[in-house]
């Protein structure tokens, strides 16, 4: 029976590699402090879940939602071309926002804060994926043809040029290179892989709402990429199990039930504090950000 | 790298210390319940009402054979599926009393049902819950029906042009469109219908807009008392000359505190607050008056248990056996019909000197 629990807890990892290596592209590799990815994992899920609904096959509304959120990633690199560092943070910040608010209000569409039960299980040449297994198998095939496609992104000269862009963009501009493109299909890549696994996300869950795409998500991507180490292919994927076991781990504990959700959360806090205060770059980190 | 890899080795001989193997101690008899709850987070203090509520609901069933087991769902779709799927595969609970807000429930409600283990929720009341399977039941009624209730309140007292303040969010924009439905359809007009964010304290710009629709009551739909205490106050203040009414989320102490001398003659619908019986039962064991949803989760654990005496000791048998349950709870008289809902009944209450009494 534990191995229920175990491949529910290997799906959600699985996804969330997907959703913060996808970050990890723009915050790490291009050094866009970009704090609206979750809106992007939250556009694949909504275009999935809909398209879904509408009896749209789940290969078509998988790869729709990763091709939406990266043309909202290019509107939203070209909407703060002139913004660096804190402001851009800020302004990116503000996008997750408005995704959320516009979630909440589009109500013909999203069904605003009801959100949208009973989302099917994808079915795959007419297989219906259904059990925790087949789920953990079909999410984990994607995820590795993710990180293909991903460490080939990296390993590539655009990936060197991402780089460059991060650690002195003036000095590449000198060179003739166009840095806002650079940036643009940096963000778009980042932004398609978010969109992918937010289309994951909601077939798993079955259920979505405006909040389940909102500030304590976006703290959390941000909290494995640091935990990892910013720029650290395999940093992320280490974190993100970190982050995402502990808190389950300390499901194990026996604590009273009076002080349970408080205690649990002081404890992994705490945990965190002590991994930065021993390694300040994260995990596996090389490069810190300004 | 080595420090991390000691601290992280103390912190697993921690977990493994702490957890107890349930094979070791476990009776044939015993039946465990999960309790699925927000113990985290804003909406923590449900959890711990209900919690209680649940206790003493499990006291007065006489059973002791049930052993609760307690998660967090912290209010949150994905929290709720790795809490239900822990409680499952990790603890094995055969019936579990939650979850406690729409969204979870609805997220928890398809995992239950492939394990064949039914949901008892006590305060869900989206009208969704209804078509979510088979094994999700609830004690409490859907705001399909506080929203009708509500409607008829308003227009019995002579009322028939209606102004909304509703907050944007699932129960608000369900309750809302219920109450809106009824009150035409009784043949009263609603004049305006205006949402606000879940803890907004600044309504003025939709309080303005009510008053130039020319309401001559004013229902307003909220969970949150904040946001309740300003709405009643910014009515008074802009000069509204209308009856007030409320949701159940304006039926506390610390809105008839708070709001002072403008909260006089709100009406109020709510959920029962408990029987008598209950409410003493509750103050005996904790000290202290009963919480939201309290008397709701001791009669979703006295359901399980009404199922557990008809003889059903796996998920699917008690699931058969709640459809077959009648009793009369500390909420009312609870019998789940096809749809695992129950009809329910609710309590008027107004305010006069600044306090609730109830109406007759």
Same mark, same amino acid.
């Given at each position: 029976?534990?191995?229920?629990?175990?491949?529910?807890?290997?799906?959600?990892?699985?996804?969330?590699?997907?959703?913060?290596?996808?970050y990890?592209?723009?915050? *790490?590799?291009?050094?866009?402090?970009?704090?609206?990815? =979750?809106?992007?994992?939250?556009?694949?899920?909504?275009?999935?879940?809909?398209?879904?609904?509408?009896?749209?096959?789940?290969?078509?509304?998988?790869?729709?939602?990763?091709?939406?959120?990266?043309?909202?990633?290019?509107?939203?690199v070209?909407?703060?071309?002139?913004?660096?560092?804190?402001?851009?943070?800020?302004?990116?910040?503000?996008?997750?926002?408005?995704?959320?608010s516009?979630?909440?209000?589009?109500?013909?569409?999203?069904?605003?804060?009801?959100?949208?039960?009973?989302?099917?299980?994808?079915?795959?040449?007419?297989?219906?994926?259904?059990?925790n297994?087949?789920?953990?198998?079909?999410?984990?095939?994607?995820?590795?043809?993710?990180?293909?496609?991903?460490?080939?992104? =990296?390993?590539?000269?655009?990936?060197?040029?991402?780089?460059?862009?991060?650690?002195?963009?003036?000095?590449?501009?000198?060179? *003739?290179?166009?840095?806002?493109?650079?940036?643009?299909?940096?963000?778009?890549?980042?932004?398609?892989?978010?969109?992918?696994?937010?289309?994951?996300?909601?077939?798993?869950?079955?259920?979505?709402?405006?909040?389940?795409?909102?500030?304590?998500?976006?703290?959390?991507?941000?909290?494995?990429?640091?935990? *990892?180490?910013?720029?650290?292919?395999?940093?992320?994927?280490?974190?993100?199990?970190?982050?995402?076991?502990?808190?389950?781990?300390?499901?194990?504990?026996?604590?009273p039930?009076?002080?349970?959700?408080?205690?649990?959360?002081?404890?992994?806090?705490?945990?965190?504090?002590?991994?930065? =205060?021993?390694?300040?770059?994260?995990?596996?980190?090389?490069?810190?950000?300004? | 790298?080595?420090?991390?890899?000691v601290?992280?080795?103390? $912190?697993?001989?921690?977990?493994?210390?702490?957890?107890?193997?349930?094979?070791?101690?476990?009776?044939?008899?015993?039946i465990?319940?999960?309790?699925?709850? +927000?113990?985290?987070?804003?909406?923590?203090?449900?959890?711990?009402?209900?919690?209680?509520?649940?206790?003493?609901?499990?006291?007065?069933?006489?059973?002791?054979?049930?052993?609760?087991?307690?998660?967090?769902s912290?209010?949150? @779709?994905?929290?709720?599926?790795?809490?239900?799927? &822990?409680?499952?595969?990790?603890?094995?609970?055969?019936?579990?009393?939650?979850?406690?807000?729409? /969204?979870?429930?609805?997220?928890?409600?398809p995992?239950?049902?492939?394990?064949?283990?039914?949901?008892?929720?006590?305060?869900?009341?989206?009208?969704?819950?209804?078509?979510?399977? #088979?094994?999700?039941?609830?004690?409490?009624?859907? #705001?399909?029906?506080? @929203?009708?209730?509500?409607? &008829?309140?308003?227009?019995?007292? /002579?009322?028939?042009?209606?102004?909304?303040?509703?907050?944007?969010?699932?129960?608000?924009? /369900?309750?809302?469109?219920?109450?809106?439905?009824?009150?035409?359809?009784?043949?009263?007009?609603?004049?305006?219908?205006?949402?606000? %964010?879940?803890?907004?304290?600044?309504?003025?710009?939709?309080i303005?807009?009510? &008053?130039?629709a020319?309401?001559?009551?004013?229902?307003?739909?909220?969970?949150?008392?904040?946001?309740?205490?300003?709405?009643?106050?910014?009515?008074? %203040?802009?000069?509204?000359?209308?009856?007030?009414?409320?949701?159940?989320?304006?039926? @506390?102490?610390?809105?008839? #505190?708070?709001?002072?001398?403008?909260?006089?003659?709100?009406?109020?619908?709510?959920?029962?607050?408990?029987?008598?019986?209950?409410?003493?039962?509750?103050?005996?064991? $904790?000290?202290?008056? +009963?919480?939201?949803?309290?008397?709701q989760?001791?009669?979703?654990?006295?359901?399980?248990?009404?199922?557990?005496?008809?003889?059903?000791?796996? @998920?699917?048998?008690?699931?058969?056996?709640?459809?077959?349950?009648?009793?009369e709870? #500390?909420?009312?008289?609870?019998?789940?019909?096809?749809?695992?809902?129950?009809f329910?009944?609710?309590?008027? $209450?107004?305010?006069?000197?600044?306090?609730?009494?109830?109406?007759?």
């Open positions: 029976m534990i191995e229920n629990y175990l491949m529910h807890l290997m799906i959600l990892i699985g996804i969330y590699i997907i959703l913060v290596q996808g990890n592209i723009a915050l *790490g590799y291009a050094g866009l402090l970009n704090l609206g990815h =979750i809106a992007f994992f939250g556009i694949g899920a909504y275009t999935s879940a809909i398209l879904s609904k509408m009896g749209v096959p789940f290969f078509i509304g998988f790869i729709l939602g990763g091709i939406i959120a990266a043309i909202f990633g290019y509107f939203l070209y909407s703060t071309r002139k913004l660096k560092g804190d402001y851009l943070a800020l302004a990116t910040l503000g996008f997750s926002f408005v995704f959320t516009i979630m909440l209000n589009w109500k013909s569409l999203t069904r605003g804060p009801l959100g949208i039960p009973g989302i099917m299980k994808p079915s795959v040449f007419g297989v219906i994926i259904k059990s297994f087949e789920y953990m198998i079909f999410v984990w095939i994607i995820l590795l043809v993710c990180l293909y496609i991903m460490w080939r992104i =990296i390993k590539s000269p655009f990936g060197r040029l991402m780089e460059a862009v991060r650690d002195d963009e003036t000095g590449l501009k000198v060179l *003739g290179k166009n840095t806002f493109a650079i940036k643009y299909k940096a963000m778009m890549i980042s932004a398609f892989f978010g969109g992918l696994a937010g289309s994951l996300f909601a077939h798993y869950l079955s259920y979505i709402d405006p909040n389940t795409f909102y500030l304590m998500e976006i703290i959390l991507v941000l909290t494995i990429v640091i935990i *990892g180490g910013v720029a650290s292919f395999k940093g992320t994927i280490i974190a993100t199990f970190i982050i995402i076991l502990i808190p389950e781990f300390l499901r194990l504990l026996s604590i039930s009076s002080i349970l959700g408080p205690s649990r959360q002081i404890l992994y806090s705490l945990i965190l504090l002590i991994i930065l =205060i021993y390694k300040p770059r994260g995990i596996f980190g090389r490069v810190d950000l300004t | 790298m080595k420090k991390i890899i601290i992280l080795s103390v $912190f697993l001989l921690m977990v493994l210390g702490c957890a107890t193997p349930d094979t070791t101690t476990q009776e044939t008899t015993t465990k319940v999960g309790v699925l709850g +927000p113990f985290s987070g804003d909406a923590a203090s449900y959890g711990e009402s209900i919690k209680n509520g649940i206790e003493v609901g499990l006291e007065a069933s006489g059973l002791d054979n049930i052993e609760l087991v307690i998660e967090d912290k209010c949150d @779709g994905k929290e709720a599926v790795s809490a239900v799927n &822990k409680l499952i595969s990790l603890d094995g609970v055969q019936a579990i009393v939650g979850g406690v807000c729409s /969204g979870g429930t609805l997220a928890a409600a995992i239950a049902e492939q394990n064949q283990v039914p949901m008892v929720s006590p305060s869900s009341t989206s009208p969704d819950i209804t078509d979510a399977g #088979d094994y999700l039941f609830r004690v409490v009624p859907s #705001d399909a029906f506080q @929203g009708a209730f509500g409607a &008829k309140l308003v227009y019995d007292k /002579g009322y028939r042009k209606l102004g909304v303040l509703y907050s944007n969010e699932d129960y608000g924009v /369900g309750f809302n469109k219920v109450l809106s439905e009824n009150f035409a359809e009784l043949g009263g007009e609603v004049v305006a219908s205006e949402a606000h %964010e879940r803890t907004s304290v600044d309504l003025r710009a939709q303005t807009k009510v &008053k130039e020319g309401a001559d009551a004013v229902y307003i739909i909220s969970n949150s008392a904040d946001s309740a205490v300003a709405a009643m106050k910014q009515i008074k %203040e802009l000069g509204l000359e209308v009856a007030l009414f409320g949701s159940e989320g304006l039926k @506390g102490d610390v809105i008839t #505190d708070n709001a002072g001398d403008t909260a006089e003659g709100l009406f109020v619908t709510s959920v029962s607050g408990g029987t008598q019986a209950f409410i003493d039962a509750h103050n005996a064991k $904790f000290e202290s008056n +009963p919480g939201p949803f309290a008397a989760g001791a009669d979703a654990i006295q359901a399980i248990a009404w199922a557990i005496k008809l003889g059903a000791s796996t @998920g699917a048998e008690i699931k058969d056996n709640l459809y077959k349950v009648e009793f709870g #500390d909420s009312g008289s609870i019998k789940f019909d096809e749809n695992g809902d129950v329910g009944s609710y309590e008027v $209450f107004v305010v006069k000197d600044g306090a609730f009494v109830a109406e007759e």
